[in-house]
């Protein structure tokens, strides 16, 4: 017994001996970048790209947004780009140009409304596109617009995913939908988003006048759709995400493809507006269904986009980044970035839209 307690004794004597104080001084991440970079090159759309500043953890300005927070500021909605936060984290007096295809520049100005730099160029498929601004280089190219066929719908009155994954949908009614992609797609890259589409209005007490606004509260969950086609299977998804189901994304890559590849998906309809009349009123405004327009029924939006390589993994790395933040027992996730001297992304993309209506 005393032999274990001498050879304990100085095992102890040993490991104690041998420590040292080492002096960490963690890197300074805003001193090494400090700017954020973030725009996507949307096929004939105007190129918008925000500038923000960088914060390590810790030191970034309190993000306070929500629903009830932003009845705290009597606001119906809450607006992302003159919050506080973003407020406190934009780049406002920053040079920002644009050089396409190595021959035109293009010099951005601020639209203060929108806290993003903007222009008159409209990106097209094929352009190589330039970014810089404040010390930070990025750059990308427009891939081949795609192609997507609505092949038949139907309307269904019983909504097997009214109650789904910790999301209500609160109607019975769902959109199936038929489509094929076809194999003369050139792209590598795609996503599919589908849109079930309502608007709203804010009426009597709205301090600004009536006005169309989005239904907030349900664009939060309308890209949602369901289907059992291989093309949306992920095995790296292993849990759910605000809606989604387990191993279910809608960002896919060519391989997943074989020729011409029809599928079937299904979209719950959306409701006019969310929360009940009387509550609204409580809150100073009142809500009401509205179309977009008059003549516009409800309807499902059906929108093939075509990536560029950037774009795809930063999708990619965001899925991957939701369902394991929380998870003490995962890999951490880096989210992609493929600004040069700095944080963020660019990333293009082309698209073809179809509208389903629902016919009422």
């Known amino acids: 017994m005393k032999t274990k ?8 004597l040993i490991l104690t001996a041998c420590e040292k104080e080492v002096e960490f001084n963690a ?32 030191k970034a300005p309190l993000l306070n947004i929500g629903y009830e927070y932003a009845l705290s500021k009597n606001d119906a909605l809450v607006d992302y780009q003159t919050d506080d936060y973003y407020k406190k984290t934009a780049i406002r ?15 951005l100005a601020l639209d ?11 990106p097209q498929v094929g352009d190589r596109i330039e970014v810089q601004a404040e010390g930070v280089h990025v750059e990308t ?53 589908v849109r079930g589409e309502r608007k709203m ?13 989005i239904n907030y509260a349900y664009y939060l969950i309308q890209d949602i759709y369901f289907s059992e086609d291989e093309v949306f299977v992920d095995n790296r998804l292993s849990s759910g995400f605000g809606g989604w189901p387990a191993y279910f994304s809608d960002v896919f890559d060519k391989t997943h ?18 929360g009940s009349k009387d509550y609204f009123v409580d809150k100073y405004f009142i809500m009401k269904q509205v179309l977009e327009e008059p003549d516009v029924p409800a309807r499902v939006m059906v929108e093939l986009q075509a990536l560029s390589p950037e774009l795809y993994r930063y999708l990619k790395s965001v899925e991957l980044f939701r369902i394991t933040e929380n998870d003490t027992f995962s890999e951490p996730v ?27």
Not at 173 to 182: K, Y
């Open 141 to 193: 190219t427009v891939p081949p617009s795609p192609k997507i066929e609505v092949l038949s719908h139907q309307v269904l009155g019983d909504n097997p995913y009214k109650l789904s994954n910790g999301l209500s949908f609160e109607t019975d009614t769902i959109m199936r939908i038929t489509c094929r992609i076809p194999s003369t797609n050139t792209g590598q890259y795609y996503r599919l988003r």
């Open 112 to 122: 203060s409304a929108s806290s993003a730099y903007t222009c008159s160029y409209r």
């Open 93 to 107: 007096d920053a040079e920002v140009q644009v050089l396409v295809n190595g021959q035109q520049t293009y010099t």
């Open 201 to 213: 209005v804010i009426e009597d007490n709205w301090p600004w006048g009536e006005q169309p606004l």
């Open 27 to 58: 890197p300074d991440v805003e001193a090494a970048s400090d700017v954020t970079l973030n725009a996507v090159a949307i096929e004939g759309e105007p190129l918008r790209v925000f500038l923000n500043k960088a914060y390590s953890v810790g």
């Open 257 to 274: 493809l074989i020729g011409d590849h029809t599928f079937t998906i299904d979209s719950p309809k959306p409701i006019g507006y969310y």
């Open 334 to 360: 880096q989210i992609y970035s493929n600004v040069q001297n700095g944080w963020g992304i660019f990333g293009a993309l082309s698209y073809d839209r179809h509208f389903v209506e629902y016919g009422e």
């Open 5 to 12: 307690l001498y050879a304990l004794l100085s095992l102890f």
